[in-house]
């Protein structure tokens, strides 16, 4: 019976210290790959961790919007100060992010038609930006604002119209932008239901034909390169539908088919008593 000699392993050199690494081992690639599949491994955990923060604050958000949708638009269509200070004193939850965010879509749809919701979606916005430079909860600043605001503090109330006409223009940029992407995809749409049997559009191929030029003379070996340019853009006409080859043929064949299949009736001559 053969046996197995185990004496071999026995100096194998083993040792967590990365400054004992065995003499025929690249010790920079070595380090070098360990540093990769570290890097590889917290990137990898990162991303994950990324991707559940993004999925929880998704869910977070439309569970927000489900229960205080129809708050947030009440409060957006309020028209005084003191209408808006009680009804946020009423409901302090609707101080934050998605109220602002809410506000700031439905001056877009609205394309800044209604002007007392830019301020509310403005107001919001600037008490979430103060309240992320302070460090401190929207929810503790919003009566400084209504407080500052009423009181007429004329550089604070400056600063503000400032801001307010800055993001009107914003607005206005952002639902400008919304309504040409719009047209875009209509135009695209009609294009596509326009297109003909070989894929090419029949208005961009009529507006790129030629002018038409009158002849009176025979073809000779000089007009080559024109009846190779017609014979290019009568194959474009086709492609694209603006013209069909035998149309008339194909139309009398069938004018001779529907007249085939109408039943012939044979005149039955009465017979001389």
């Not at 004329?154 to 932008?177: H, P, T, W």
């Not at 029949?202 to 070996?221: M, N, Q």
């Not at 529907?258 to 005149?267: F, I």
Request: charged share 35%.
């Amino acid at each position: 019976m053969t046996t197995i000699d185990y004496s071999v392993w026995d100096h194998i050199e083993v040792s967590d210290d990365e400054d004992e690494i065995h003499p025929n081992i690249d010790t920079p690639s070595l380090f070098r790959w360990r540093h990769q599949v570290r890097v590889f491994f917290l990137t990898k955990q990162a991303v994950k961790k990324k991707e559940e923060m993004e999925e929880e604050k998704e869910e977070k958000h439309q569970t927000f919007m489900e229960k205080y949708e129809k708050q947030i638009k009440r409060f957006g269509m309020l028209q005084r100060w003191d209408d808006s200070q009680k009804y946020l004193s009423d409901y302090p939850h609707l101080v934050c992010e998605e109220t602002a965010n809410y506000l700031v879509i439905m001056c877009i749809d609205l394309e800044v038609e209604e002007v007392m919701l830019c301020v509310c979606a403005c107001f919001s916005v600037h008490v979430c930006v103060c309240a992320y430079d302070l460090k401190v909860d929207p929810r503790g600043c919003f009566r400084q604002f209504f407080t500052k605001i009423k009181t007429t503090d004329q550089q604070y109330q400056d600063a503000f119209n400032d801001e307010l006409e800055s993001f009107k223009e914003r607005v206005r940029g952002r639902a400008k932008i919304r309504i040409e992407k719009a047209l875009k995809e209509y135009e695209e749409e009609e294009r596509q239901k326009r297109l003909g049997p070989g894929g090419l559009d029949p208005v961009e191929v009529y507006e790129s034909l030629p002018a038409v030029r009158h002849t009176h003379h025979t073809a000779t070996s000089d007009d080559l390169p024109l009846l190779q340019e017609a014979k290019h853009h009568m194959k474009r006409c086709i492609e694209s539908g603006l013209w069909v080859p035998n149309a008339r043929a194909d139309e009398e064949g069938e004018k001779d088919k529907e007249e085939g299949d109408e039943p012939q009736y044979e005149e039955v001559k009465k017979e001389e008593q």
